[in-house]
């Protein structure tokens, strides 16, 4: 959907839980009443990699990719606090809050729920979306809190920096101390499938464009040739998903439920340690607002890809991570209206 409002979030943003909701049911009724379909696509794939769903999912990330703009790294020494609040939220506390938060609701809270050979693959999906802070969706909830868009997309892009060395060994660490045993080379091909090329691909496109036709072109324009083809790769992403999950979900409908509420409460937690930070360091609201919004959210698509290479399509470890998609944009919301009702309590104002 193309169209957006003088928010800033798309139709199809806004109502991105519907969405997934619907893909869900159209998944399920594949699952239950096509199975071939599910079981014929299951044929192709490479090094443990679906080949469908690798394909879908660089259609989702290679045009996110596009939007980072590289040079503004040069701007990184601009008010250091804020870089510093979003680096140490998101790769020294985020992590290691979702692994012990999710331990203990599938472990100890939800125990007598979920059998601990699930809980452990739940545990691995919520994992996989604790060590991936978004990169897309940030630019939206910057927007909604009117937050500095210069500042946001170098957060952005140092943050992807970041991810290129420490997912893997994040990851590795934490899957390791939950007794689940993902194999090195399998992490490094997932980074390299689903954020080196992409992340390579994305420099290489918008640098040309914007050589060639200008940076006003390119982003008022060119990217939003892509915006579809995202939205047709994230939905048909979905759809299959829950296709393969569909025996799964029908089994355990409660898990949907029982899967979210730990990364609900994650999600809330993150944010209120950023934006709290960020307040005790009085920096302006419109740095504060989307510090807290890019390691409350997730980066989704790459948490659902990883998941799918390592565990598989019809693993609950990719049952997880999908439903961190079907919480993410509603919970988002709820914090875009604290961020704007709290703007006053800062002390320097943006």
């Given at each position: 959907m193309k169209r957006e409002?003088?928010?800033?979030?798309?139709?199809f943003q806004r109502y991105l839980?519907?969405?997934?909701l619907i893909c869900m049911a159209l998944g399920i009724l594949i699952g239950r009443f096509l199975p071939g379909i599910p079981a014929f696509l299951n044929r192709f794939e490479y090094a443990k990699?679906?080949?469908?769903?690798?394909?879908l999912i660089w259609l989702m990330i290679y045009p996110m990719m596009m939007k980072v703009d590289f040079q503004s790294i040069k701007n990184v020494g601009r008010n250091p606090k804020g870089l510093l609040v979003t680096w140490i939220t998101n790769w020294l506390i985020k992590p290691f809050t979702m692994y012990g938060i999710a331990s203990l609701f599938?472990?100890?809270?939800f125990k007598a729920f979920i059998a601990p050979e699930l809980a452990k693959e739940y545990l691995a999906g919520a994992v996989l979306l604790g060590v991936a802070p978004c990169t897309a969706m940030v630019f939206v909830w910057s927007t909604l809190t009117k937050g500095d868009p210069a500042y946001t997309v170098v957060q952005v892009a140092t943050n992807d920096l970041i991810i290129l060395v420490a997912f893997v060994p994040i990851v590795k660490f934490l899957l390791g101390v939950s007794n689940v045993t993902v194999p090195w080379d399998t992490l490094f091909l997932s980074i390299l499938l689903f954020v080196v090329i992409p992340l390579a691909g994305g420099l290489l496109t918008r640098s040309l464009v914007v050589k060639k036709h200008g940076t006003g072109y390119f982003e008022n324009t060119f990217v939003r040739k892509f915006d579809g083809i995202t939205t047709i790769g994230l939905l048909l992403t979905l759809v299959l998903i829950f296709a393969f999950q569909g025996k799964i979900i029908l089994e355990n409908p409660l898990h949907i439920v029982l899967i979210a509420v730990p990364l609900i409460l994650q999600t809330l937690l993150i944010f209120a340690i950023a934006y709290t930070a960020c307040h005790v360091l009085k920096l302006p609201h419109n740095i504060a607002a989307p510090a807290g919004m890019i390691g409350a959210s997730n980066f989704f698509e790459l948490a659902v890809a990883v998941a799918i290479a390592l565990f598989g399509t019809t693993s609950p470890a990719a049952l997880a991570t999908t439903v961190g998609v079907l919480t993410e944009v509603p919970v988002m919301l709820f914090l875009v209206k604290i961020a704007n009702r709290t703007r006053d309590r800062f002390a320097h104002k943006s």
């Open positions: 409002n003088q928010s800033g979030i798309s139709f839980t519907i969405w997934v990699v679906s080949i469908p769903m690798a394909i599938f472990f100890v809270i």
